[in-house]
């Protein structure tokens, strides 16, 4: 397929559109390095524990990293989402109108 056929089957943004949009991460990067740190130190009770309380403390900790990591990442992509929705509905808006014009006259 080339890139014209992916433009006209609205898979890719207009050429006139590209490098235009932020391409960074949208998870927030306190919540993430916090995430990674109870990770680490999960990990280090888990190690230090020896089979003992400790060691199922640490397993807490990081089935709770796990699930904040996913949650993160979830909340990342539907952030992402939105802004992409929000961005393929303007191009109609920036053709004045003759797509109304056009559907208003069938």
């Known amino acids: 397929m080339s890139l ?3 433009e006209r089957a609205g898979l890719i943004l207009p050429k006139e559109q ?9 998870v927030n990067r306190a919540s993430l390095a916090a995430a990674w740190i109870m990770a ?3 990990a280090v009770l888990m190690y230090a524990g020896n ?12 089935l709770a990293f ?6 993160l990442s979830i909340q990342a992509i539907n ?8 961005l393929w509905d303007k191009p109609e808006d920036e ?5 109304v014009a056009a559907s208003g006259s069938r």
Request: aromatic share 10%; no cysteine; proline share 0%.
């Open 79 to 86: 952030k992402r989402n939105r802004e992409e929705s929000e």
């Open 18 to 26: 590209w490098g235009r949009h932020d391409m960074q991460s949208k």
């Open 66 to 71: 796990m699930a904040w990591f996913t949650y």
């Open 40 to 42: 680490g130190v999960s």
């Open 4 to 6: 014209r056929d992916l």
């Open 51 to 62: 089979g003992l309380a400790l060691t199922w403390v640490g397993l807490a900790g990081m």
């Open 95 to 99: 053709n004045n109108g003759d797509e």
